[in-house]
């Protein structure tokens, strides 16, 4: 399939994920918005599921970029950014807790990838740092991660709170130089 | 309503959403595993939504003291390690992915109360470890709780990964002494 077709089917995946829900999600849906034939997009997904679960990955709209700021300190504020406006700014924001939350309950919905692909990305941030010297060698990368963007989740997602401009700043304070006097 | 009735109808709501999730869940359903009248229960909770709100905060299955083991460390820890049996082991772990899961998808579902209910209780474990002079002043103890259950959460549920005996004791380490260098 041409990449421009498979990036019109990824949109209308995304955007009906993000107004209708996983449950008000169908291939039909997709079909009719992307104008592309429903029989044509099961050949290349067999299921709703493994069409979100690609799209989540592969589609322009959710495009990830790991940061290069030069510290360990910038690239970690600027994922904890990224994750923020990806759990917080309209359109992302809505596809991303749509697709998320259904994932708990449908495991067919597989997020393991959304999250294998992003961390397989965000290992060249501790790559670098370790180079530089910046991180404890003891320090396994996929914690710094999960402590950062489930922090973000469960600060905007779970407690409906804003997120202030300093709070990438401070996680990320709190995580490189600890709590502890 | 006698205290033992009301424990009795929490637990009937809580064992329904883990077993058929949010969607499945109806006040019939809670009426007859617990052998109270509908309507007794809609005129104390006018909606499944209030009644699962009610039910994470108080039902005795879902009980939570905060620990108090003398460092912050120790304290730390044991809240690591609550979140961790609350999120992967049954039957806790079904209620607790099916009502957070349909949270994110329900708004009058809401989660904040259980959150700001637990943090309530978790909040002494900061005072006193300021009062020991464990913390630094600067730090905002939501933000350790929301670094720390987020990581679980992250783990657990989104990547689906086994969470390591060690995982606590290295979460708290890194997030007390820092990972930087």
Chains 1, 2 share one sequence.
Do not use: C
């Not at 449950?23 to 079909?31: I, K, Q, R, S």
């Amino acid at each position: 399939m041409a990449p421009r077709k498979q990036q019109e089917i990824f949109d209308a995946t995304l955007r009906l994920v993000a107004e209708k829900g996983y449950d008000g999600l169908t291939v039909e849906g997709v079909a009719e918005r992307s104008g592309v034939n429903k029989t044509t997009i099961y050949r290349w997904w067999p299921s709703k599921a493994a069409l979100l679960g690609a799209a989540l990955v592969e589609a322009d709209l959710l495009e990830f970029e790991p940061p290069d700021t030069g510290s360990l300190r910038g690239d970690l504020v600027a994922l904890v950014e990224g994750i923020r406006r990806l759990l917080t700014e309209p359109p992302a924001r809505d596809i991303a807790v749509a697709a998320l939350g259904a994932a708990v309950r449908h495991p067919e919905l597989d997020a393991r990838r959304f999250f294998a692909d992003r961390f397989a990305r965000e290992r060249q941030v501790f790559e670098r740092a370790v180079r530089r010297g910046e991180l404890k060698r003891s320090v396994d990368p996929m914690l710094v991660i999960d402590l950062l963007a489930g922090a973000v989740w469960v600060r905007a997602v779970f407690r409906g709170l804003p997120l202030t401009d300093d709070f990438a700043n401070q996680a990320v304070s709190a995580v490189l130089g600890g709590v502890a006097t």
